[in-house]
């Protein structure tokens, strides 16, 4: 008698801790934003194979920005070149490779798996991008977040 008992308790019990899990609590908009990946606008694929989507301030602003660039596969990337200011990066997806200075040669390069963070120094000449799987990239600095070319002819 006593074993039927427990049921009856622990049936709704049960029930209302599935309820609990499956409802997430409402955020404080003055306290927390977010986007899902589903809400995150990209960009169309450019000619140099990526796409990008702005997350927080405006790249071509002074100020804060953070992007997520992706990669397309197909040996994309982007010719040598410096920007104005420091630019922060983590690897969120696949894998970068990363090169140097002012001759472009994508088979010289330096592969930064997912995990990896990169920092590109202001003014210091630099390629990247990627070979045969997509990669996606979160960029952090200060804008604009200009770009000038510097490749050897």
């Keep these: ?5 427990w049921r009856y308790f622990l049936i709704p019990i049960s029930l209302a801790g599935m309820l609990s899990i499956s409802s997430a609590a409402e955020l404080n908009p ?3 934003i977010y ?4 809400q995150i606008q990209w ?5 140099e194979g990526a796409q990008s989507a702005v997350l927080v301030g405006d790249p071509n602003k002074s100020g804060f920005y953070a992007v ?3 990669w397309t596969p197909g040996n994309h990337f982007s010719r ?4 104005a200011n420091d630019r922060f990066i983590a690897v969120v997806k696949g894998t970068c490779w ?4 002012t001759k472009f040669d994508p088979a ?3 592969p930064m798996p997912a995990g990896s963070f990169i920092t590109h120094f202001g003014k210091q000449v630099h390629w990247d991008g990627v070979k045969d799987e997509e990669a996606v990239l979160l960029i952090m600095g200060e804008g604009p977040a200009t770009a000038f070319p510097a490749e050897e002819k």
């Design 43 to 47: 960009s169309p694929v450019g000619p």
């Design 80 to 83: 040598p070149h410096f920007h």
């Design 108 to 110: 010289n390069t330096t």
């Design 68 to 70: 997520y660039i992706k």
């Design 1 to 5: 008698m006593t074993n039927r008992l």
């Design 98 to 101: 990363v090169g140097s200075g």
């Design 30 to 32: 003055a306290a927390v």
């Design 35 to 38: 986007k899902l990946p589903d």
